[in-house]
């Protein structure tokens, strides 16, 4: 009988810290959460990891576990997997910052980091939306655009493990601004953050549209455009516009990696068939050779808000390294 393993999975976000205790089929047993307070600078950040690892510790006897084989640590920004280093995190303010070093001295346990969009782009490989593909991508829609892909059954990492940024990838030749410093990046119109944006930007030239039926724009989300947009013109205008352009970044993923799955996580692939519908039309339609190659299925993740937790301890349960 196999023996039972249990890691702890760390998602270290700008905000926020999730961390879990999840076991060697990827269940997870228990979770808590602690701010990040990234403000108060990267050895902060670094006690309230090991405060989160250390309640996860102590509430596992009530679990009856009281061994763990190791942590892994899902992390914003550029990671050398290799020497545990976080080459720069824009959110976090690390600047080669040896995160896995420091944890490791301070628990005496095996720690493996991993790019947070690469953790969840692997738990869905191997558990939820692109289980049993041999090529598979992911895109998260949140406040930037994440991502990942594996490409012949392993993750695409490049140079230093900085590949995989969809989110930057260039739609619209001297477009907006983008905070990496590019202009027309793909983040800047598919994101949620876009959306939300569009959203204010469109309901101030349209004093007439029903979405100011929330109140004031304080309380617009990347979620008003879709709730609106069966009857409201503008509302609708947005979120065909979004579509196109979203579809224009996923069709260039596929282009270039021709995975068999594309999922889509993050708060605005909750709208389901109304957004993966006329993106799968958009995407067949506009991909190379589409009438002679497989198609790119365009799916939405399965995983939600665990997918960073089980994806930081895929290297541990899959015994890889990458």
Known sequence: MKEQKYYIGIDLGGTLIKGGVVDHNANIILTKTIETQSNEGNEQVLKNILKLINCLIEESINFNINTFAGIGVGVPGVIDTERGLCLCSHNLHFNKYEIAKKIQAATNLEVKIINDANA???????FGAGKGCKNFAMLTLGTGIGGGAVIDGRLLLGNSSAGAEFGH????????????????????????TALCNATKDAMNLNKQSKMWEVGNLKNITAKTAFDYSCVDETANMLVNSYIHY???GITNIANVLRPEI??????IAKQGNVLIEPLQKLVDN???ASNQTPKVKIITAKLENSAGLVGAVCPFIKNKNY
């Open 286 to 288: 506009s991909i190379f």
């Open 262 to 267: 594309i999922a889509l996580g993050g708060g």
């Open 169 to 192: 990838s260039v739609i619209c030749y001297n477009g907006k601004k983008c905070t990496c410093g590019r202009n027309g990046c793909l983040e800047q119109y598919a994101s949620a």
């Open 246 to 248: 979203l579809a224009t």
């Open 120 to 126: 969840s782009t692997l738990a869905e490989y191997y």
